[in-house]
């Protein structure tokens, strides 16, 4: 079988294993609601509908109602009786403040007898925002946290703080109603406060914190932004239960069993991935490198969440730069192959969940007249790597665990 086949199927396995239905299923066994008078259901986040879903699979008619918020072509139908909504992302658009408005407004004149049943997601961070600040200020902060080369718990610090919901403000909204959170963690070590930049969660930074960030990346920002960015988040919150599901340890523990089916001695390296995209791309390939004298197949295997910072003005994401950057080391292998991919199925402002390259990449991006040096440099691998078809495209998977990236050595 190809490599590019093994590194599909790998793929397809471990985002099917990653899905949050049946994870959502069994959350909801250890809420009491029976003695509710009002439950509503909101969720937010890229697997926001496929979240919501699953709920409504059990609770059916014990929910009255809520709002669903997800990206753009993430929602796949109706769900009665919940309202559902698409929104921008990663940057909030019109359409992220008209559904947190009905969010809202679904959350209102509660009383301690109600619930709210909160269904929270990667991307809820954009996707969940009644701002502090105009939309455009606040897209423009986002773009330059984005661009800077922010981790998540730096970015979302920031937000929680030009935000009205953020930061535990949507569970004092909806007090004295009690708040049963289920989370799907996209951020390494599950920080809940950080998770969608935690509505329903104390936060743990500080705006001492946030001052320090604006600093390290010399950010621009308002007067009356970077007043906000003084007042404190609340640090306590008594109407919240919470519960974590799902991880990015279900994507490699997925792939390691796929791998192994496939004939390959799989190895977990790490699931806690934290570099910029195209040194964990270095990285891989040099490993690579070293073992190309093995005579077992062999997989290494990788989660986590990259960085990549903007300094060109090309496309792409961070998986897409990750099998970028290795493919001029592959060359020099046999039988050898790269792949990365997000688990909810985009990568960056894409449409591919990320990118695929082999020792024989580098001959075809030689012949299709692709640098692959210019093109890093212009943080262009979308453009460099759809002339040899080297995108992975799955569509929105209804999922969000962070990243996979995996290198193949077949014998």
């Known amino acids: 079988m190809p490599l590019y086949d093994d590194a599909l199927q790998i793929v397809n396995n471990a985002l099917f294993a990653a899905k949050p239905d049946e994870a959502v299923k069994k ?26 879903n699953a709920a409504i699979s059990v609770l059916g008619e014990r929910i009255n109602g809520g709002v669903v918020i997800t990206k753009y072509e993430h929602a796949q139908g109706d769900i ?10 990663p940057v909030p658009d019109e359409n992220t403040l ?22 929270v997601s990667g991307g809820g961070s954009a996707l969940f925002e009644k701002p502090r600040v105009s939309l455009d200020e606040l897209k423009d902060i986002t773009t330059q946290l984005l661009k800077k080369g922010c981790d998540i718990v ?5 937000r929680k703080r030009l935000s009205y919901v953020k930061g535990g403000q949507f569970a004092l909204k909806c007090a004295p109603a009690h708040v049963y959170a289920i989370v799907l963690s996209d951020i ?32 621009e920002l308002s007067p009356e932004a970077m007043e906000l960015m003084k007042v404190e988040t609340p640090k306590e919150l008594k109407n919240v239960t919470t519960q974590i599901t799902g991880s990015v340890s279900q994507l490699c ?25 195209r040194e964990a791309g270095s990285f891989i390939a040099s490993l690579a490198e070293y073992y190309q004298d093995t005579e077992k197949p062999l997989a290494f295997i990788m989660g986590g969440e ?30 050898t192959c790269v792949f990365s991919v997000g688990s909810d199925g985009t990568d960056g402002p894409t449409d591919a969940a990320g990118g695929y390259v082999d020792n024989k990449s580098l001959k075809k991006f030689n012949k299709a007249g692709v640098s692959v040096d210019e ?19 799955t569509g929105p998977t209804g999922t969000n665990v962070n990243d996979l990236t995996v290198l193949l050595i077949k014998r």
């Open 375 to 393: 093109y890093l440099l212009n943080n262009d691998a979308y453009n460099a790597l759809e002339k040899i078809g080297g995108l992975i495209i």
């Open 27 to 52: 959350a909801l066994q250890n809420i009491k609601l029976k003695d509710k008078n009002r439950v509503l259901l909101i969720s937010i986040g890229k697997a926001a509908w496929h979240m919501a």
């Open 188 to 219: 390494l070590g599950d920080p809940l406060d950080m998770i969608a930049s935690g509505p329903a969660y104390p936060d743990s930074a500080t705006s001492d914190d946030a001052i320090d960030i604006i600093n390290k990346y010399s950010l």
């Open 253 to 277: 523990a997925s792939a390691k069993k796929t791998a192994k089916k496939l004939g390959y001695k799989p190895i977990i390296l790490t699931d806690t991935l934290r570099c910029e995209a």
């Open 306 to 335: 990259t960085i990549v910072r903007v300094k060109g003005s090309g496309k792409g994401g961070r998986n897409q730069e990750i099998a970028l950057a290795a493919t001029k080391v592959l060359s020099t292998c046999k039988k």
């Open 80 to 89: 009665p009786p919940l309202k559902i909504y698409e929104a921008g992302h």
């Open 154 to 158: 730096e970015t979302n610090t920031i």
């Open 98 to 119: 008209l559904a947190t408005d009905e969010a809202l407004s679904a959350v209102e004149n509660l009383s301690e007898d109600d619930a709210v049943l909160f269904l």
